[in-house]
């Protein structure tokens, strides 16, 4: 009994000592001589310079290779603080470059990447990976504000995609991608007090779920519904980026806060009121980034019981007034048909109707944010008896609203011979040969 103990007592001290070594192996195996070739061996891979700046060897929990401090591209496009390669160790006895996983541990990414994946060389020795972790995740990015992210892919033979998840690490955003065979994989979408990454309309949805079908270079959504600025959004979208960048789709809106929409984007909440509506939205750009400025829109809006601040257009008939600037029109409705060609906007067949005025005309926005467009104004006070056409410029930000020239000539020619009702008349007919913008009906 007592060599049986003696013997237990010598294995496990043996255990022990080998448990010890393992730990400790990452710090007594030399692995800075590899190094330099590394790199090179990586470098050459993906045709960008790489450096390491510390390469070690884990024994525990499974062996692996921990190389820290990696930096990819001429101008780092591409950090890593830790990168571990798990190998398959009987496909590496068989000679064979077979991973069981590669993990990533605080990942920055710049716009420029991109650039290095199309031009990474084709071909090469075949690698098999099983699996791909990243967490912490950055991704800088001109037109995006992506937050940061973790990622998981399971990958089958020839690093087919047999699973995908993505996460923000704030847990408002997630995508799942499953496989369905024959090329497609079923792609989900679930958001939750997550804001849009677009720096040009970082909107902030309450909620938001889409769900669709992922085949090669095309992705289907026919289903999204969200909620936003008190009201929702359903619509469908899709994408293709076979040969061109391309998006198209449509949407609908109900009950959304006017004011809250602008906050978001920065500025000051001109329009109030509640926004319903519908649109067809495409795009086509040789790139992702150029989308925004290819973007086209085409659909009908309407806004209730709200009002515009900066302009009263009941005083656009007043000559010698402030011409409506500065002041507010308040409307039951507002209508019309938007227009929206990169960063120049028209509405078409604009209506606004309140007990006070009836306004319709046209109004455009240019790229510079200059605004222009004509209104045909009928005000209460006048019994609807005098037609006040009015120009539009200014800014969209500080809009300006003026009779035409047509109607102030009018105008004083009808005062002078009939002053009261010739000052109607002699306007109304000004506007007339100028060729007014119709009321809307």
């Known amino acids: 009994m007592a060599k049986r103990r003696l013997w237990l007592f010598r294995m496990a001290a043996i255990v022990a000592v ?19 070739r590394v790199s090179a061996y ?14 070690r060897l884990h024994l525990l929990p499974t062996p692996r290779a921990a190389a820290h401090g990696v930096r990819i591209g001429k101008a780092d496009e591409v950090r890593i603080d830790e990168l571990q390669i798990v190998p398959e160790l009987f496909a590496l006895l068989r000679g064979e470059r ?15 990447a991109l650039k290095i994946l199309e031009r990474m060389p084709k071909g090469g020795a075949p690698v098999d990976v099983r699996r791909v972790v990243a967490r912490d995740v950055h991704f800088q ?4 504000r992506l937050p940061p992210f973790n990622l998981e892919a399971d990958l089958g033979e020839g690093l087919a995609i047999e699973g995908v998840r993505l996460e923000s690490r704030d847990g408002a955003f997630k995508v799942d991608l499953d496989p369905e065979g024959k090329g497609k ?65 449509t949407a609908q809106l109900a009950g959304i806060d006017a004011a809250g929409v602008q906050h978001a984007l920065g500025r000051k909440a001109q329009l109030t009121g509640k926004l319903a509506g519908s649109a067809k939205f495409g795009a086509s750009a040789r790139s992702p980034e150029q989308l925004a400025g290819a973007l086209a829109v085409d659909g009908p809006f309407e806004v209730a019981g709200g009002a515009f601040n900066g302009v009263d257009l009941s005083k656009v008939a007043d000559l010698t007034g402030s011409k409506g600037a500065g002041g507010t029109t308040k409307f039951d409705e507002l209508r019309g048909k938007l227009q929206v060609r990169g960063k120049r906007v028209r509405v078409e067949e604009l209506c606004a109707r309140s007990s006070a005025l009836v306004a319709g005309g046209f109004v455009e926005v240019d790229p510079q944010q200059q605004l222009s467009g004509r209104l ?14 009015v120009a539009l410029s200014g800014t969209a930000a500080n809009p300006t609203v003026r009779p035409t020239k047509g109607y102030t000539i009018g105008a004083v020619v009808g005062t002078v011979l009939l002053p009261g ?13 100028e060729g007014r913008p119709a009321n809307c009906r």
């Open 98 to 112: 077979a991973f069981r996983l590669v993990s990533a541990e605080k990942v920055e990414i710049k716009e420029a």
């Open 185 to 249: 994989a079923r792609v989900t979408m679930a958001a939750s007090k997550w804001r849009l990454p677009l720096a040009a309309a970082p909107l902030v949805f309450d909620s938001l779920a889409a769900s669709g079908t992922l085949s090669g270079k095309r992705l289907e959504l026919p289903k999204i519904e969200g909620k936003l600025y008190g009201g929702t959004l359903k619509g469908q979208a899709s994408a293709d980026w076979q040969k061109l960048w391309q998006v198209s789709g």
């Open 376 to 389: 045909g104004v009928s005000i209460a006070k006048t019994g609807g008896f005098a037609g006040v056409p």
């Open 18 to 36: 080998l448990l010890v070594a393992a730990a400790a192996a990452p710090f007594l195996v030399p692995l800075d001589s590899f190094v330099p």
């Open 42 to 55: 990586a470098s050459a891979a993906i045709g960008q310079p790489v450096s390491i700046a510390e390469l």
């Open 141 to 144: 990015h001109s037109a995006l």
């Open 421 to 433: 009702v010739g000052t109607a008349l002699g306007g109304s007919a000004g506007g007339a040969l």
